[in-house]
């Protein structure tokens, strides 16, 4: 079996190779290892291969996680640990209750599933509080699938005009998740959509460049279709293993 290091080699390799047959620079796509159901010390080992942009679905999960990952997630205010350029980051890219904004605006850099006003106005109250700004993506929903969540595209411009009058959130851009598929070209006109809306709606937002599209089976789709960044899981780390329990996952060797 592969290791994280020579996964990450992989998949570093087809971003590359995806960005020189849609002729955009590498610099342009963000990775990020999806981390959910898997070990503290999985992450310890993608970060000691080089990797510092992370994704986590649930609050509680990271919550416990990173008491184990302080030295390589230090806090905003925290002098010790790693800092600048060394200093890893992670994103909230699960579906966020409300009940939970208090914390994530403390435990992430970012909320990547903003899809309604509600949570965008509570997050802004939690980012005021602590005196920061604090970045937000977008969900999109663009399939019909129950499950999935994010907000309707007839319904997207409303969100944007909210969320920009809340001064303690920045709006970086969409995202979202296509019907899942084992094969990647189902994705393209998901891919396509959300690249649409962007452009639609970016002259009236300047800061909402971000397109958060493409996992581990469609991530070079993703790519040729102008993602900035995307977010793989299995690929990186193997099948997830969802009967591991809470002391496994927070294990840090
Ligand atoms: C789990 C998850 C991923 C990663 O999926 P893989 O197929 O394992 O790469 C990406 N984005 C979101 C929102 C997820 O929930």
Redesign the pocket.
């Known amino acids: 079996m592969a290791t994280i290091a020579e996964n990450l080699a992989r998949i570093r390799e087809q971003i590359a190779e995806a960005c020189r047959r849609s002729g955009r620079a590498e610099a342009d796509v963000a990775l990020m290892a999806?981390s959910?159901m898997h070990p503290a010390a999985a992450i310890r080992e993608a970060w000691q291969a080089g990797q510092r942009l992370f994704?986590e679905?649930r609050v509680q999960e990271w919550q416990e996680k990173q008491q184990s990952l302080t030295d390589l997630f230090p806090p905003a205010t925290s002098a010790t640990g790693h800092s600048g350029a060394e200093a890893a980051k992670v994103h909230l890219?699960?579906p966020l209750q409300s009940n939970k904004t208090n914390r994530a605006a403390e435990l992430f850099d970012a909320i990547d599933t903003v899809d309604s006003l509600k949570i965008a106005t509570r997050l802004n109250t939690a980012a005021q509080a602590v005196g920061m700004r604090l970045p937000v993506l977008i969900e999109v929903k663009l399939s019909h699938e129950e499950s999935k969540h994010g907000v309707v595209p007839g319904e997207l411009g409303c969100l944007l005009e909210g969320v920009s009058a809340l001064a303690n959130l920045v709006a970086g851009g969409l995202m979202t998740?296509p019907p899942w598929s084992e094969q990647a070209e189902p994705a393209r006109p998901y891919f396509r959509e959300l690249r649409r809306l962007r452009d639609e709606f970016l002259p009236r937002y300047p800061t909402l460049t971000g397109l958060s599209m493409g996992?581990?089976?469609d991530f070079t789709v993703g790519i040729e279709e102008g993602s900035t960044c995307v977010?793989?899981?299995?690929?990186l780390f193997g099948k997830?293993d969802y009967s591991m329990s809470k002391s496994q996952l927070i294990e840090s060797n």
């Open positions: 999806v959910k994704g679905n890219i699960g998740v996992m581990s089976n977010r793989v899981g299995t690929a997830r």
